[in-house]
């Protein structure tokens, strides 16, 4: 890594300013919530044609639990962020590396609100509402109910709650809108930081993190909606559709 490093770290002279975008970034704790949604927003979206339509978040508070309040929290393993610009591979590799060892979202005065038993809400709220036109015509239950249908119900199920969210990096040097990483040999990248700003997440209990569940719609014994949770392959479409 060293010999590939060094012409690259030659031309990046004292410093190359290189763009990060964190929206709806990955990390231990849940995802970065770039859309400022709420517990229990869902969406429809085509496995085929790549489009998605936030619908509204379905009423969940009576249903919901809380854990434990931290003083502060860190968000670990960051995934999903995308380099901007024409970098070089190695200096990305190198990013990445940093990124994996010292990246971090930090939290601060946090707690977790999660819908207790989410298909059970989202069945009882279709069925005070089954006489509604939303249901076939907005959420088009009726279509992704059936077997060969690539139409997906999403669902916010766990929020995690905030006063204030912020980007950290140990060891780099804080700069205007990001961190300064040093890369050795004298040569620095400034990392510029999107997708994060700390005005959007700042206040009471801002839901700065979220998780969700991918559903396929489908009918009960009683020919009632019901829905399977997806696995991480459609999760993961689902997110990729959320950066773009």
């Known amino acids: 890594m060293r010999a590939l490093l060094f012409p690259f770290l030659f031309a990046l002279g004292a410093c190359q300013v290189i763009n990060i975008d964190l929206s709806h970034v990955q990390t231990d704790q849940g995802y970065l919530n770039s859309a400022g949604d709420d517990l229990g927003q869902l969406y429809l979206f085509d496995l085929e044609s790549d489009l998605i339509e936030p619908l509204f978040p379905i009423p969940a508070a009576k249903g919901t639990v809380r854990g434990k309040r931290w003083t502060s929290r860190r968000a670990k393993d960051l995934a999903g962020y995308k380099i901007g610009g024409d970098v070089e591979k190695a200096v990305k590799v190198h990013i990445d590396t940093e990124i994996a060892r010292g990246s971090s979202l930090e939290l601060r005065n946090l707690q977790q609100e999660t819908i207790n038993e989410s ?74 930081l999107t997708g994060l700003s700390a005005e ?19 009918y009960n014994a009683q020919n009632n909606y019901d829905f399977e949770v997806r696995g991480k392959g459609e999760k993961d479409r689902f997110v990729a559709l959320l950066r773009d």
């Open 200 to 218: 959007d997440y700042k206040g009471d209990q801002i839901p700065a993190l979220v998780r969700y569940y991918v559903f396929k719609v489908g």
């Open 119 to 192: 298909i059970t809400v989202l069945a009882n709220y279709i069925d005070a509402n089954r006489d509604s036109q939303n249901l076939d015509t907005i959420w088009k239950l009726r279509e992704a109910a059936d077997p060969d249908s690539s139409l997906r119900l999403a669902i916010i199920h766990t929020t995690v709650n905030a006063d204030s969210a912020s980007a950290q990096h140990d060891g780099a040097t804080k700069v205007a809108g990001g961190f300064k990483i040093p890369f050795g040999w004298g040569a620095n990248a400034e990392v510029q």
